[in-house]
């Protein structure tokens, strides 16, 4: 059974850089695997950030970023707001098969 | 613009079938690229993939849970249904269902409200 893991806390102060990270238990993650990252906040529907490793969303905020990084698929937030505080899912297509989501990082701005 | 609402029951008993329904609107899955996934969330877990149905009735389900689900499109009512056979209080959590735009590869760029299912006797 395919495995996504991803950081499961991270904390960041308000105005600095966090990366959260996202790997594959069958090996690197690359373009292939069309990374997705979501955000939910507390009691919120879920709502897309990142698809195609990169490519933000027309209400994606400037700040968030998409990459690979590692072997990894890597967020990062730049000039954290306290608003950003959420949880943060990873979702990768395994061509031909179907897709996983990670377990989740809890983001906390402190 | 486009919107999408689950419905069907909060409350099932263990062993029963849950059939959920995802009504849809501000697209069709008509549309070359297009498809409808469920996802659910147990309380305080994470996300978690049941199954996708495509424009082109390509579906791709949870390897985990494939014996159980059964997906279905219905493109004149804009609606897609999903059932789940033998429910077990762990499959208890919220069922979301969301747009899928593959042509873009773009997984779940709108998502339903979502339903909250209590499996309990």
């Known amino acids: 059974q395919t495995v996504v893991t991803q950081e499961p806390s991270l904390t960041v102060s308000p105005g600095g850089t966090v990366t959260l990270t996202c790997a594959s238990s069958?090996?690197?993650?690359?373009?292939?695997?069309?990374p997705n990252w979501i955000q939910q906040k507390p009691g919120q529907t879920p709502r897309a950030l990142i698809y195609?490793?990169?490519k933000k969303h027309s209400w994606t905020p400037a700040r968030f970023s998409g990459s690979l990084l590692g072997g990894k698929a890597a967020l990062t937030l730049s000039g954290v707001q306290p608003e950003d505080e959420a949880d943060y899912y990873c979702?990768?297509?395994?061509?031909?098969?179907?897709?996983?989501f990670g377990g989740g990082t809890k983001l906390t701005v402190l | 613009q486009i919107t999408l609402k689950e419905s069907g029951p909060t409350l099932v008993k263990p062993t029963q079938t849950l059939t959920l329904t995802c009504t849809f609107s501000g697209f069709s899955l008509r549309t070359n690229g297009v498809g409808v996934g469920w996802i659910r969330q147990p309380p305080g877990k994470a996300l978690e993939w049941l199954v996708l149905?495509?424009?082109?009735?390509?579906?791709r389900y949870s390897p985990s849970l494939k014996s159980r689900l059964t997906i279905t499109k219905d493109t004149s009512k804009n609606q897609v249904v999903l059932t789940m056979t033998d429910m077990d209080p762990m499959d208890t959590g919220t069922y979301y269902c969301?747009?899928?735009?593959?042509?873009?590869?773009?997984?779940?760029?709108?998502w339903g409200q979502g339903i909250p299912v209590t499996v309990s006797s």
């Open positions: 069958t090996g690197a993650v690359s373009s292939d695997h069309q």
């Open positions: 979702l990768l297509y395994y061509p031909g098969v179907q897709g996983v």
């Open positions: 969301a747009h899928v735009n593959w042509a873009s590869r773009i997984f779940f760029d709108y």
């Open positions: 149905v495509y424009w082109d009735d390509d579906k």
């Open positions: 195609s490793t990169s």
